[in-house]
């Protein structure tokens, strides 16, 4: 931790359990505000069963859990939500309600029920929606969007409901590779900007390394916490992901070959050009 960081999240040795079988055991780490923290494993692994977890959505059998300074599920004061990107559903374009409404959910889910919106919530909404990009989308009804763009609804959503804690559960899926990079991308700037804690779940391990300040490896038990790049190059994660590692190993050589074409094109060598060759 270092020094001044608030500890907003705290696991240690967490251990969960579903109709008398172990889905997680001895899960420990800290995230730090400020911070972004991805979570990979594979398929099965237990990833949104810990997500389920720091909600308060299932209960633990060994280990404790602090949240925001708090049990995961204790009733909270507006400071200490979390704001929450749940896994994509299809929104169908005849859904009665509009990008604003859907907003104005997380703004008032932070103030408590039976509350009418005021001034200053829908000013919330609007900054919301104008951090993520949408501000003109705002009267448009929600199944018109796009894919990225009801994502982006769903992070202003979880903008409103918090200003500490985002925890997303794979929030680029479905979308394409320039989509889920540029949502990755809005996600780290406003992390950063606003600075906020981030917890996010994908599938997709290299575009989750490439985004967060550290990966936690988890399948059942945590294989690895650390440096996104130690952590995509090391013997645990192989040993966590275990039959699919083939395939994995294939996506992480092809991403680097990928990454050196795209920088040698971005700064090609120098050439003498007295002789018309590369210098060594």
């Excluded at 982006?152 to 794979?170: I, K, T």
């Excluded at 790049?229 to 083939?246: G, I, P, T, W």
Aim: aromatic share 4%; charged share 25%.
């Amino acid at each position: 931790m270092s020094a001044g960081a608030e500890r907003v999240v705290v696991c240690e040795g967490v251990s969960v359990d579903r109709d008398g079988r172990r889905v997680l055991e001895n899960i420990s780490f800290t995230l730090d505000a400020g911070r972004f923290l991805g979570v990979v494993g594979p398929n099965g692994a237990g990833k949104t069963t810990l997500l389920r977890t720091l909600l308060g959505l299932e209960p633990i059998v060994a280990g404790r859990v602090e949240v925001l300074g708090r049990p995961p599920g204790a009733r909270p004061d507006p400071g200490r939500r979390i704001g929450y990107v749940p896994q994509r559903s299809v929104i169908a374009p005849t859904f009665p309600a509009r990008v604003r409404d859907v907003v104005m959910m997380g703004r008032l889910a932070r103030a408590g029920p039976w509350r009418w919106p005021r001034e200053a919530d829908r000013r919330a909404v609007r900054e919301a929606l104008a951090r993520v990009g949408i501000a003109d989308r705002a009267e448009r009804p929600i199944g018109s969007l796009s894919g990225g763009e009801q994502r982006r609804v769903m992070l202003a959503q979880a903008l409103c409901a918090s200003e500490r804690l985002l925890v997303l559960d794979e929030p680029t899926i479905g979308l394409d590779l320039p989509a889920e990079q540029a949502f990755y991308e809005l996600l780290r700037a406003l992390q950063r900007e606003l600075g906020l804690a981030v917890i996010a779940v994908s599938h997709d391990l290299l575009a989750l390394a490439a985004a967060a300040d550290e990966l936690v490896c988890i399948n059942r038990t945590m294989h690895v916490h650390g440096n996104p790049d130690e952590v995509v190059h090391s013997h645990a994660l192989r040993e966590a992901y275990s039959c699919e590692f083939n395939f994995l190993a294939g996506e992480i050589a092809h991403h680097e070959r990928a990454a050196k074409e795209s920088a040698a094109h971005a700064h090609p060598e120098p050439h003498d050009h007295a002789h018309g060759e590369r210098r060594r």
